[in-house]
T-cell receptor, first 113, second 113 residues
Framework: AQSVSQHNHHVILSEAASLELGCNYSYGGTVNLFWYVQYPGQHLQLLLKYFSGDPLVKGIKGFEAEFIKSKFSFNLRKPSVQWSDTAEYVCAVNPYNNNDMRFGAGTRLTVKP | NAGVTQTPKFQVLKTGQSMTLQCAQDMNHEYMSWYRQDPGMGLRLIHYSVGAGITDQGEVPNGYNVSRSTTEDFPLRLLSAAPSQTSVYFC????????????FGPGTRLTVT
């Protein structure tokens, strides 16, 4: 069975620091990849997605993610975080032609002002 | 469009009580699902449905029932609540066409004492 791994459980950064959150998956076929964000007290929202084309995907609020097929990775990045980026970030993978979505355990990001 | 709606937002149950979590979507999505979110474990699929009248089990179905009598509604029933079912529950819906982006409801925080 495919799995999704997010290696960092909790990341603490100061404002203006750069961010990279890791996401690896174990599925070998064609996949669709997603990052969701859950701000405190809110529900999950889509941050960005990849399903074909340019492997560098731009999302909302200055986030981007790079799909590296050879490494089965879809890491999330932001050059300079803000206090308002404090949230839970969840990576998700689903195989092509399938609704079966698998989620990582999530990474809690705390940005200190 | 309201998207995906869930009620209630909060619920406290005593062990052994039953209840139904409501979920509705107005996007005419065929696929709907229920997840529970627990710290360190990410989102786990409880039950899902690929259309009205069709449901199936996910990773953690025990103690839960679902039905799908209409495209819009997908209620989750707890038959006899247990403390292990204390969690945050998310309903989601998605189209059955790629890239299968999921739309999440706001969640229901359930505490079983």
């Amino acid at each position: 069975a495919q799995s999704v791994s997010q290696h960092n459980h909790h990341v603490i950064l100061s404002e203006a620091a750069s961010l990279e959150l890791g996401c690896n998956y174990s599925y070998g076929g064609t996949v669709n990849l997603f990052w969701y964000v859950q701000y405190p007290g809110q529900h999950l929202q889509l941050l960005l997605k990849y399903f074909s084309g340019d492997p560098l995907v731009k999302g909302i609020k200055g986030f981007e993610a790079e799909f590296i097929k050879s490494k089965f990775s879809f890491n999330l990045r932001k050059p300079s975080v803000q206090w308002s980026d404090t949230a839970e970030y969840v990576c998700a993978v689903n195989p092509y032609n399938n609704n079966d979505m698998r989620f990582g355990a999530g990474t809690r990001l705390t940005v200190k002002p | 469009n309201a998207g995906v709606t869930q009620t209630p937002k909060f619920q406290v149950l005593k062990t052994g009580q039953s209840m139904t979590l409501q979920c509705a979507q107005d996007m005419n999505h065929e696929y709907m699902s229920w997840y529970r979110q627990d710290p360190g474990m990410g989102l786990r699929l409880i039950h899902y449905s690929v259309g009205a009248g069709i449901t199936d089990q996910g990773e953690v179905p025990n103690g839960y029932n679902v039905s799908r009598s209409t495209t819009e509604d997908f209620p989750l029933r707890l038959l006899s609540a247990a403390p292990s079912q204390t969690s945050v529950y998310f309903c989601a819906s998605s189209s059955s066409r790629p890239p299968y982006r999921q739309y999440f409801g706001p969640g229901t925080r359930l505490t079983v004492t």
